[in-house]
T-cell receptor
């Protein structure tokens, strides 16, 4: 089936540094990937939609200069949290939309726990 | 605007009993409906989806969901709960347009007691 690999699964960084999170579709091509943020005991909030070869579409209230998204190939999208602050600590999850004939679905990565100290 | 509601923050069920996790939605056009399960510090695992066809959808781990257009609901059910079913469950919806986003409900924590 469709598999999405997200790396790293957890990361601790110092305030002011940048962190890159990778999301790869392993056995299918994903023209569209999505990045979510999840706060403890809350639902997933869509941050941005990443389209291969074009600029990402950010949701209202999400700082595009802080959360840089690159989707350079059909199997890889990256989210870079720039100049991280403790309030950026969260669980980040990527998702890729896949098509398999009549199948339509969203496959999620395992998530990245970011802690900024 | 599309939306999805999970009215219960938590559902408690005894092992072996049937369980229901509720979900209602609002969307333009024909809905694409999904259920996902999340275990602590993990991503979301797909359970089942409804796009078209039979209103009763069967998914992973013995779960099923019934699409009810008139009530705009897509409740998740299982005839006999297991302790291992304890987790956080999300209902999600996408509108009929290819440009529509997938929107998640607030989640329902399912707790199965032995």
């Amino acid at each position: 089936g469709a598999v999405v690999s997200q790396h790293p699964s957890w990361v601790i960084c110092k305030s002011g540094t940048s962190v890159k999170i990778e999301c790869r579709s392993l056995d299918f091509q994903a023209t569209t990937m999505f990045w979510y943020r999840q706060f403890p005991k809350q639902s997933l909030m869509l941050m941005a939609t990443s389209n291969e070869g074009s600029k990402a579409t950010y949701e209202q209230g999400v700082e595009k200069d802080k959360f840089l998204i690159n989707h350079a190939s059909l199997t890889l999208s990256t989210l870079t949290v720039t100049s991280a602050h403790p309030e950026d600590s969260s669980f980040y999850i990527c998702s890729a939309r896949s098509y398999r004939g009549p199948y339509y679905g969203y496959t999620f990565g395992s998530g990245t726990r970011l802690t900024v100290v | 605007a599309q939306s999805v509601a999970q009215p219960e923050d938590q559902v408690n069920v005894a092992e072996g009993n049937p369980l229901t996790v509720k979900c209602t939605y609002s969307v333009s056009g024909n809905p694409y409906l999904f259920w996902y399960v999340q275990y602590p510090n993990r991503g979301l695992q797909f359970l089942l989806k409804y796009i078209t066809g039979d209103n009763l959808v069967k998914g992973s781990y013995g779960f099923e969901a019934e699409f009810n257009k008139s009530q705009t609901s897509f409740h998740l059910k299982k005839p006999s709960a297991l302790v291992s079913d304890s987790a956080l469950y999300f209902c999600a919806v996408r509108g009929g347009s290819s440009a529509s986003k997938i929107i998640f409900g607030s989640g329902t924590r399912l707790s199965i007691r032995p």
